[in-house]
């Protein structure tokens, strides 16, 4: 059975290039286009294993999304992964304090994203 990836970022093409290196590796994918969708995405996926999330989004950023699903009894083991335009040390002490596992600078190579997501998802 796939394991199933939440997909978090306000720009559809980016999510839409994930979503192809994910499907292509043989994932699961679900979309969100914010932190507070993918607390509602959540809530409705019967089994979620990582979340990839961009930092800056409205209505909710990737740093509140982090300590939202840490927060939930449900998801609070759940691997996160920052994929972002952020790449200051701070940002990233930031993401790792919420309960990020890893942080990617866009643009990324989709090889460094599999190889994360792969040290992250348990077969």
């Known amino acids: 059975m796939a394991k199933t990836i939440l997909i978090v970022d306000d720009s559809s093409s980016l999510r839409t290039v994930v ?5 292509r590796a043989g994932f699961d994918v679900i979309e969100a286009c914010d932190g507070q969708d993918a607390l509602n995405r ?6 979620v294993h990582l979340v990839v999330s961009d930092v800056n989004m409205p209505n909710m950023d990737g740093i509140s999304l982090v300590k939202a699903v840490k927060s939930h009894p449900k998801h609070r083991f759940m ?43 348990q077969a």
Not at 100 to 116: E, G, H
């Open 19 to 23: 979503k192809l290196s994910l499907t």
């Open 42 to 47: 959540l809530d409705e996926a019967s089994k």
């Open 79 to 121: 691997p996160v992964i920052m994929l972002t335009t952020e790449g200051q040390q701070s940002k990233m002490e930031q993401g790792r304090a919420a309960g990020a596992k890893a942080w990617l600078v866009k643009p990324f190579n989709p090889s460094q994203l599999l190889d994360a997501v792969s040290r992250l998802v």
